[in-house]
């Protein structure tokens, strides 16, 4: 299972660091993703990372959003900068492709993030 963390307040401008760690009998686990979903809206496709280090993002996040993983510790990391109240939505992480210790593969979704920004 997924668990976010690191959701919360904050001005616009301002910064969050946003984790979520996989548990479970997990051997490797292909790509991390974050999702994000706005009051509303769609859920949509924040920035992604491979477990080779590849990485993509939205458009609207480039330049201000940095994803990273530890792979050892099966966590993925989403480094949040210059927030602008757009960003405002809940957050989810991703795991896909994850083969787990008796060989068998499965996807999880995290619970979800609240993250707020305020103009």
């Known amino acids: 299972q997924l668990q976010a963390s690191g959701g919360g307040l904050v001005q616009a401008g301002g910064s969050l660091r946003l984790s979520c760690a996989a548990s479970g009998s997990i051997l490797s686990i292909y790509a991390m993703v974050w999702y994000r979903q706005a009051p509303g809206k769609q859920r949509e496709l924040v920035a992604g990372?491979?477990?080779?280090?590849?990485?993509n993002y939205a458009d609207s996040v480039k330049g201000r959003f940095t994803i990273s993983r530890d792979v050892a510790k099966n966590t993925v990391y989403l480094q949040m900068n210059s927030l602008k109240p757009e960003d405002t939505a809940v957050y989810y992480c991703?795991?896909?492709?994850?083969?787990?210790?008796?060989?068998?593969?499965?996807?999880?979704w995290g619970q979800g993030t609240l993250v707020t920004v305020s103009s």
């Open positions: 991703y795991a896909d492709r994850v083969l787990l210790k008796d060989m068998t593969a499965a996807a999880y």
């Open positions: 990372i491979s477990i080779g280090g590849n990485t």
